[in-house]
């Protein structure tokens, strides 16, 4: 039993080693076939990365020139437009100052125009004016004249009455005073000379 194992074991790494040797074999085979294929393709490959990165490239120089041309055209294009813009703007500009200059002078002219009417109007005016205003001084100094003098007579008049009428009044009180003194002077007379002769015969007896 032990000799059947220990030779069922040496065959069956007999056999082992034989299908090892074999499958190395194919192994190494199928490697290198494998690396020739992996070689070609990856050849294959750079070839075609290669011939991308090319096709990149000019398909990039394209694409640069391009983009450099239409950036040309767009440049000369924006200068031609922005000279025409400029050139227009300036021939607007010319035309709008001479229009102004224009509109200005006509508006100073009118303005002088109107400012000399408006003076000699306002002249005439004062003129006009004046001469209203000193013919009613004249009117208004003759008129106080007239009134002054009207009220001068009329002042002078009353006070000729006032006096007139003063002095007769004045008169007729002194007269009527003098009167009255006189009367008085009679009576107190009388009077004194009849106490007076009283006094008299009294003494006497």
């Known amino acids: 039993m032990k000799k059947l194992i220990t030779t069922s074991v040496a065959v069956a790494a007999l056999l082992t080693s034989v299908q090892a040797d074999f499958s190395f074999g194919d192994m190494f085979k199928d490697m290198k076939e494998a690396a020739i294929s992996m070689s070609h393709d990856a050849k294959d490959s750079v070839t075609s990365m290669k011939d991308g990165v090319v096709e990149s490239t000019k398909s990039a120089e394209r694409t640069v020139t391009n983009v ?74 003759k008129t106080v004249s007239n009134d002054t003098t009207t009220s001068v007579k009329t002042v002078s008049d009353n006070a000729s009455t006032t006096a007139t009428t003063v002095s007769n009044d004045t008169t007729s009180s002194v007269k009527n005073v003098t009167e009255n003194v006189n009367d008085s002077v009679k009576t107190i007379s009388s009077d004194d000379y009849a106490e007076y002769m009283r006094l008299k015969n009294n003494a006497a007896k």
Do not use: F, G, H, P
């Open 68 to 141: 450099s041309a239409d950036a040309k055209d767009s440049t000369v294009k924006v200068s031609d437009d922005l000279k025409t813009a400029e050139v227009s703007t300036s021939k607007d500009t010319r035309d709008s100052a001479t229009s102004i200059s224009t509109d200005t002078k006509e508006s100073i002219t009118n303005t002088t125009k109107d400012l000399k009417d408006s003076a000699t109007i306002a002249s005439k005016d004062i003129k006009d004016s004046a001469v209203s205003v000193s013919k009613d001084v004249n009117d208004a100094a």
